[in-house]
């Protein structure tokens, strides 16, 4: 199982051991015409590949973002953006203001599934659960905060993603899948491939897109 999370949280953390704060996050602006997606309804996955329909029929079958409705759960990560591999996780991140009665909660709904694990982690800006399983031989992984979820790590970078993808096409996505498959993590994937130095995590996010002329 991929622990996309803790990586992404690791990395937000900073250079040097300097904290990247979520309220200083900038996202690059996205050019007219750009298509756009609202990422916190999954229906959107319905008009997507064959994978994203498997993910789409396991998210309605499971009942998982119905479980989960009052943490405000959004789907982020790789399946979105159609950019997984074969070790992907069905990411979903929530906002929770007391973290125990959220694990109590989890181990209670799903600890039934799969190999599942639950784990707080204190490291970061904010302590997070994270809880991982198997579902319909997908894996699952949850993440929740004390921050609303379009305000979190995972679905900002998701955004960036998007906006990337959306710009410099389907080669280029395609580039982003081999290098994952190589065993890059996607933001490094992505810098790579963009030419970006320094800490993929934060320096993704203030990436700009070109203003004009080909990609």
């Not at 989960?68 to 203001?97: E, R």
Request: hydrophobic residues 40%.
């Amino acid at each position: 199982m991929v622990t996309s999370f803790t990586g992404r949280a690791q990395g937000m953390a900073g250079i040097n051991g300097i904290k990247y704060k979520h309220s200083n996050f900038y996202l690059c602006s996205q050019p007219t015409g750009m298509p756009s997606i609202n990422f916190t309804d999954i229906s959107y996955l319905k008009k997507g590949s064959a994978t994203q329909h498997r993910v789409y029929n396991v998210l309605l079958r499971s009942k998982l973002l119905d479980k989960l409705a009052a943490y405000d759960p959004i789907l982020v990560g790789t399946f979105p953006l159609d950019i997984q591999t074969s070790n992907s996780d069905i990411d979903i991140i929530c906002q929770c203001k007391d973290l125990k009665a959220f694990a109590q909660m989890i181990s209670t709904t799903f600890a039934d599934q799969d190999n599942f694990s639950l784990k707080t982690i204190n490291g970061f800006d904010l302590p997070a659960v994270i809880a991982s399983f198997i579902t319909e031989g997908i894996p699952v992984e949850i993440f929740a905060q004390d921050l609303p979820p379009t305000k979190q790590n995972g679905y900002l970078h998701m955004l960036a993603e998007h906006q990337i993808l959306s710009y410099f096409g389907e080669d280029f996505k395609q580039k982003v899948v081999a290098l994952k498959e190589t065993g890059i993590k996607t933001e490094p994937a992505f810098c790579q491939l963009l030419g970006i130095s320094g800490n993929p995590y934060i320096e993704l996010l203030n990436y700009q897109l070109p203003i004009s002329g080909n990609a």
